[in-house]
């Protein structure tokens, strides 16, 4: 009974000192980019970890928060499909292909897996400005990683898709019939001070929306690509950044005053392709 109680309480004590860290860890904004923006999430990430006998903050650098998906990031899936004792043979890595050979810890099954920008591109995976367009050797050979793992050692994904994988879909669902949203608006970068004047004055005590992401997802509805180009012109979102992108925070400031900013984003006009019949 005493070493119950002595374990309980012990428990008890890490428990709280992990809520003191996530605190520190979400005053310090270090994690925003992440996704992690309130100690709640970073502490049910925290709590994650443990149950998997790892030091909760090492968290931070393995999971992403991809609109309230957690995931976990390729790099992490490898590094613990490794670690286990499984082995990878690289083919090819270019910015056109990735191929490798996996083979499981116990030596007994193997895999080869391979992903190129042609299935990229079929799946409209690959935007202007978008990490596929810099980094496509990057995004091709952690594409490949995390399809080959989920087949021969699902275990190292933790059942998770990966942070890329998670932003990839959460953007095709966004646009699945809107058509090419990522052509370049012609407006220019507004200023500071113009930032200001379409949200109005930001005040500290803007009172939180329950939901944010589903609310101004609806608000956007049918007009996700000018958004897009008016976020951008704001400064909300950096060039090479996608709705996808934009902070929960910032989405609350918009939905403070959603008729304002849906008037600026009605004022913004994008020329579409039209699809002739048969292509």
């Keep these: 009974m005493t070493k119950a109680i002595v374990k309980q309480e012990n428990s008890l004590a890490k428990l709280s000192d992990m809520r003191e860290v996530a605190e520190v860890m979400e005053a310090s904004g270090l994690f925003r980019a992440s996704g992690w923006q309130t100690k709640e999430q970073i502490m049910t990430l925290m709590l994650l970890c443990q149950a998997e006998n790892r030091d909760p903050i090492s968290a ?12 976990k990031r390729s790099a992490a899936m490898l590094s613990d499909f490794l670690s286990a004792g499984g082995t990878v043979e690289w083919h090819t890595t270019t910015d056109k292909e990735a191929e490798a050979t996996f083979t499981s810890p116990d030596g007994k099954n193997s895999i080869k897996m391979g992903y190129n920008i042609m299935q990229a591109k079929k799946a409209r995976l690959v935007k202007p400005g978008s990490a596929w367009e810099k980094s496509c050797e990057d995004m091709l050979r952690w594409r490949c ?9 699902p275990q190292c994904t ?3 898709q990966s942070a890329e994988e998670a932003k990839d879909e959460f953007y095709s669902e966004l646009n699945r019939s809107k058509g090419d949203m990522f052509q370049e608006g012609d407006g220019q970068d507004l200023t500071e001070e113009k930032a200001q004047e379409v949200q109005g004055e930001i005040v500290e005590d803007i009172q939180p929306v329950e939901n944010p992401v589903e609310k101004f997802l609806d608000l956007i509805k049918d007009k ?15 060039d090479d950044e996608y709705i996808a992108d934009l902070l929960p925070e910032k989405m609350q400031t918009i939905l403070a005053k959603p008729d304002g900013f849906m008037d600026k984003v009605k004022e913004i006009k994008i020329e579409k392709e039209e699809v002739k019949d048969g292509e």
């Design 224 to 238: 996700e690509a000018e958004a897009e180009v008016f976020l951008k012109q704001i400064n909300y979102l950096k």
């Design 60 to 71: 931070m650098s393995r999971y992403d928060n991809i609109q309230g998906r957690v995931a």
């Design 145 to 153: 990683v995390s399809k080959a793992l989920r087949l021969i050692f």
């Design 158 to 160: 933790n059942l998770m």
